[in-house]
């Protein structure tokens, strides 16, 4: 599938790649050291803990710890193995690490994205996943060969770059140090993609061994069928595919070995294949020379090199018959021989070539004696009913007992099935699994043979010389067993801490699922090391295996390809075997794609999220995409991410009112609440005030980062259509937490930007069929009258839901009037000359601050739903209302002077309201504030204001009797 652009993207095709994004990806750390023998790359870990909250660090995904294990631990300082030190990575690798993860992901994505829906069918969903991986496997095998094919040119460049016409030897080397550790680069990078590409074949393996289709069962039943049931006459092909098809054991150890040699026949080819050997040169001139010194068969001659007693014929077998020595370069020649042997055996290779090969040599005789097993369908030593049981013995005895060399006895090891001779020449883990497996799959074929045809040995001898019989991994837990003995073993060590061994060591023993639950343990350790994490659920560990240590599964999750391939293969097992990937470890295991989701945020893929959150269960999804849906600077660019959610059938709603909350958590923690979030009134002498007066300076309206994006998230609500209850419900919430936590500037911003007319008009015809604001009377008289009965019933329900959002709008509005009102007023105040009438722009001040105010004066945040909201609008009410309220007055008493004196008897009637029952909220907000006495002393000064303004008793002006009608001015009736 092609990646997504802005065209597509409002298509209903599964988009996957946001390319405007590509450049706001971020390097990953290369801080960390690795002890293996790939390329170490950038620990992800960081990866998993939560945003910054600092203003600093808002914008960062992630840190650049200090080299560490899981459990904290310093990382071992390797300085010797140099080879392996990424540590000294420059600007530039840092930059092309970001882009390779970057490409790889949107490779696998893509794949994922076309089979995403045959995966969730039961009829389809073994087929596409073999396909799926098929296809990640192709994906590693095409990038070893465009490194391979690359490095070629470096090493051609080493040898011929410079060059000169006919001068390539003076000049050959002149700037090779930049060339040579690019080589070194390539080579670490080949086997990152060497080891990968291995473990994409081995999850083949598994899919094929485990979980077979209905189709390839029946195949293998009528090919079992058509081989009939074999005898000690059937032929050699016949009775190995009789033993293969009808032992499911079997069948995933001879694949698993198959896999194994595969695995070696990709790495470099061994050195010793171009030797070439002419016999015993050395020794038998040695030998010639005895005779002709006409010393005989007896005499005892010495090899040049030390005291051993040189053998006194060319025997084959010489060596070990006569318990005599060769000279030391026949000796190492042969050492040599048996060990390409073993190599070209432990790859695999058909047994013709080796013959070839061995021929080539002048070693015919060594062919002989491995015994001429033709058929290239059948594995070395295993042809033949009972000639192949029979030299399977015999190579068994020649590996324990006749030999002289180890090399040599692991060949005939190989051939005879025998484990401890193939050991000893074992130097890696899939050495060791080969030598097992080898030994258990001769044992079992030996067994199936013996079925049909008895050999005629003597008991001790068979008992003494029995194929398999000392594995250890014969139970029905062997390569569990198998794969957990060898982890163990110190020679291993090194290499069971790289990542990608870990995976095919699990996929061998079938212990994939504890590995993935290892691994998003070890995510949720590092997410939660410091502060608890939004989208990674903790995991606790018992006491025990806290003080073990870290997990070293947490090489892992610091990985960012192995992140990505045990994350595809846990989808893909989970497609295929729910039974081992559900309760009680689905946290562990939903934390591995959310630590997944989390590496696509940095690589700026945030567009393929929703594809892996959908495969979580639904509140880990909800949890993950409200996360990333912040990365989105504009709130459009978040719709766009909304429609990516509906395409894979994700509550979007859901995920919207996660990703406010995240961000309301993340504003509320990043700074303490303010004493005093308001701020506006200060103290003053002046007759024109009554002892207090609005600040001139206003307040500060900057918000922080994290502000803005929590208002550009909510914005989203005002883009969607529909949703009111969820809309309100959510706006209030966030205001709410706003005001009451003392961030005035962003609740100001934030109603400033969603306005509630417009909010209102924006979504109510999905309910109304008309566009109104609810809380307009002439609206709502409009739905009453000529509407019908459920849209009167639904508005009254519009209005109930809306209610908080709309009084705290009411308390905003009423700041922002007064503050307006404050300038106009020092700017009429200060005016030189001063105006002979009062401006209209004074009149129009004042009456916006008494259209803002006396709305409130009725009463606002009633309406809490439980006690834990009524104590959020309890504290609002304390922190804003005295600063309204008295600044309500200082205004009144200013336009006494400027407007017209009625205006402080409107500030007389508020002190009515205050003392009535209607009030009493008004005073309870003073009396929690401390500010009653505050509140007396000003009405107190507004009093003496109004007196102090002399006779009154002028004629009332039309506009002063309009909006005086129907006041009871009680004491405060002046008369002139």
Request: charged share 25%; proline share 4%; hydrophobic share 40%.
């Amino acid at each position: 599938m092609a990646p997504i652009n802005k065209s597509t993207r409002l298509g209903v095709s599964k988009p996957v790649t946001r390319k405007r994004h590509a450049s706001r990806s971020q390097a990953l750390s290369s801080d960390s050291e690795s002890d293996s023998d790939l390329p170490p790359q950038s620990t992800t870990s960081s990866l998993f803990r939560p945003k910054s909250t600092t203003s600093q660090a808002a914008s960062t995904f992630f840190t650049h710890p200090q080299p560490t294990f899981t459990n904290g631990a310093r990382a071992p300082d390797n300085k010797g193995d140099e080879e392996d030190d990424d540590s000294d990575l420059d600007v530039s690798d840092l930059a092309t690490i970001a882009t390779r993860v970057g490409h790889e992901v949107d490779v696998f994505a893509e794949a994922l994205d076309q089979y995403k829906d045959a995966l969730a069918r039961e009829e389809q969903k073994r087929d596409a996943a073999l396909r799926l991986v098929t296809s990640w496997k192709d994906h590693a095998v095409d990038q070893v060969k465009r490194l391979r094919k690359q490095g070629q040119a470096v090493r051609a460049r080493e040898t011929f770059g410079g060059t000169g016409q006919g001068q390539g030897s003076m000049f050959s080397f002149r700037g090779g140090e930049g060339e040579t550790q690019k080589g070194v680069k390539g080579d670490k990078e080949v086997k990152r993609w060497q080891a990968e590409a291995d473990t994409w074949a081995l999850v083949r393996v598994v899919l094929k061994a485990r979980y077979p289709s209905q189709t390839e069962v029946e195949e293998r039943k009528e090919r079992l069928e058509s081989v009939g049931k074999v005898h000690k006459y059937s032929g050699q092909e016949n009775v190995w595919q009789a033993f293969v098809l009808g032992d499911e054991v079997a069948r995933e150890r001879h694949l698993v070995l198959k896999w194994l040699e595969q695995a070696a026949d990709a790495e470099e080819e061994a050195k010793d294949k171009d030797m070439w050997v002419n016999g015993w040169m050395e020794t038998r001139e040695r030998i010639k020379g005895a005779k002709r010194m006409r010393l005989g068969d007896d005499a005892e001659v010495e090899v040049r090199s030390g005291k051993e007693i040189l053998v006194s014929n060319l025997d084959p077998d010489a060596p070990s018959r006569q318990k005599r020595a060769l000279e030391k370069g026949d000796l190492v020649k042969d050492k040599e021989m048996w060990k390409a042997c073993f190599y070209m055996l432990r790859k695999g290779k058909p047994w013709d070539e080796v013959s070839e090969w061995i021929a080539q040599r002048n070693q015919g005789w060594r062919a002989a004696s491995l015994g001429v097993a033709g058929s290239k369908d059948v594995p070395v030593g295993s042809s033949g009913p009972a000639s192949g049981a029979l030299w399977r013995r015999m190579c068994l005895i020649a590996a324990r007992t006749g030999t002289t060399d180890d090399f040599e006895a692991a060949v005939y090891g190989l051939l005879g099935g025998d484990l401890d001779s193939v050991k000893k020449v074992c130097r890696s883990w899939n050495d060791h699994i080969f030598a097992h497996y080898n030994s258990l799959l001769m044992g079992q074929f030996d067994s199936f043979i013996l079925q049909f045809n008895v050999l005629q040995l003597p008991g001790d001898f068979a008992r003494k010389h029995g194929l398999g019989g000392s594995n250890p991994a014969t139970g029905p837990q062997g390569a569990r067993e198998l794969v957990a003995s060898l982890n163990k073993l110190p020679a291993l060590a090194k290499e069971m801490r790289t990542p990608f061994k870990l995976l095919q060591s699990s996929l061998v023993g079938n212990t994939f699922s504890d590995l993935c639950r290892n691994v998003g343990t070890a995510i949720a350790e590092a997410a939660w090391k410091d502060e608890p994490s939004a989208v990674i659920k903790p995991v606790h560990r018992s006491i025990t295996e806290v003080k073990q240590g870290g997990l070293a599964e947490g090489v892992i999750s610091d990985d960012p390809d192995a992140l990505r391939v045990i994350t595809h293969t846990l989808i893909v097992m989970r497609a295929l075997d729910q039974s081992h990937f559900t309760n009680p470890s689905h946290d562990e295991l939903d934390n591995v794609v959310a630590g997944y989701i989390q590496l696509l945020r940095v690589a700026g893929k945030r567009d393929m999220t929703p594809l892996y959150a959908s495969l979580m269960a639904e509140d880990r999804c909800v949890a993950s995409l409200a996360q990333v849906i912040t990365d989105d600077e504009d709130a459009r660019d978040r719709m766009d991410f909304i429609r990516l959610m509906k395409v894979y059938d994700i509550d979007a709603i859901a995920v919207i009112n996660g990703q406010y909350i995240y961000q309301l958590d993340i504003v509320l923690a990043s700074s303490p609440a303010p004493a005093k979030p308001l701020d506006i009134l200060e103290s003053t002498p002046e007759d024109l005030y009554p002892g207090k007066r609005i600040k001139l300076s206003g307040i500060d309206t900057e918000i922080t980062p994290d502000e803005e994006g929590l208002i550009t998230g909510l914005s989203v609500f005002y883009l969607i259509e529909g949703h009111w209850s969820v809309t309100f419900s959510a706006l209030s919430s966030a205001c709410a937490k706003l005001l009451s936590k003392g961030h005035f500037p962003a609740a100001l911003t934030l109603t400033t930007q969603l306005q509630f007319e417009q909010l209102s008009l924006s979504k109510s015809p999905s309910l109304l069929a008309r566009a109104v604001n609810v809380m307009n009377p002439d609206h709502a008289a409009l739905v009453f009258n000529g509407g019908t009965p459920d849209h009167a019933r639904k508005l009254q329900i519009m209005q109930r839901e809306a209610q908080s959002y709309y009084d705290m709008t009411l308390l905003v509005r009423a700041v922002q009037s007064l503050l307006t009102w404050r300038k106009v007023e020092h700017e009429f105040a200060t005016r030189v000359p001063r105006p002979a009438s009062t401006p209209a722009k004074v009149r129009k001040a004042i009456e916006e601050v008494q259209g803002a105010v006396e709305p409130i004066l009725h009463g606002v945040l009633g309406g809490a739903r439980d006690e834990e909201e009524a104590q959020t609008f309890r504290k609002i009410l304390e922190l804003y209302v005295p600063d309204i309220i008295v600044g309500y007055i200082s205004a009144l008493c200013t336009a006494g002077h400027m407007v017209s004196r009625e205006e402080l008897l409107v500030a007389m009637e508020v002190a009515t309201v205050v003392a009535g029952e209607e009030g009493n909220w008004i005073a309870r907000a003073f009396r929690d504030a401390g500010r009653m006495g505050e509140l007396v002393r000003v009405f107190a000064e507004a009093s003496k204001i109004l007196l102090k303004l002399g006779e009154v008793g002028k004629k009332r002006t039309e506009r002063r009797r309009g909006k005086a009608a129907g006041r009871d001015l009680g004491i405060w009736e002046i008369y002139g």
